[in-house]
């Protein structure tokens, strides 16, 4: 069993930055890919960020690029989310998931372990 905890989020400023912290725990992580995903109110879930944990690719959301940066810690089994030059519009509960494997996916039907989200609200 797979257990992802995120923290960091929180209020802040637009034009303002927060990084999230996604823990790992419960498997081993070399052969996964992991996401980040984001759920605003009356929408459906949607793909920020993924990377895959051994080679370190990524992908990322066109309305992110540029101003979010996903990253790994191999020793910590952690990932992280950096978000700069937040906007009102990036204001959601943010979600990590996991996947086995190494393709980078997008829809978050195929990852299969998930945290409890962190919510991000940014002020205008």
């Known amino acids: 069993q797979v257990q992802l905890v995120e923290s960091g989020g929180g209020l802040v400023q637009a034009g303002g930055s927060l990084r999230l912290s996604c823990a790992a725990s419960g498997r081993t992580f070399s052969s996964s890919v992991m996401g980040w995903f984001r759920q605003a109110p009356g929408k459906e879930r949607a793909f920020v960020a993924t990377?895959?944990?051994?080679?370190?690719?990524?992908s990322y959301a066109d309305s992110v690029k540029g101003r979010f940066t996903i990253s790994r810690n191999n020793a910590e089994n952690t990932v992280y989310l950096q978000m700069n030059s937040l906007k009102p519009e990036d204001t959601a509960v943010y979600y990590c998931a996991g996947r086995r494997g190494r393709l980078l996916r997008t829809n978050p039907a195929d990852f299969d372990s998930w945290g409890q989200g962190t919510q991000v609200t940014v002020s205008s």
């Open positions: 990377i895959n944990w051994s080679e370190g690719s990524t």
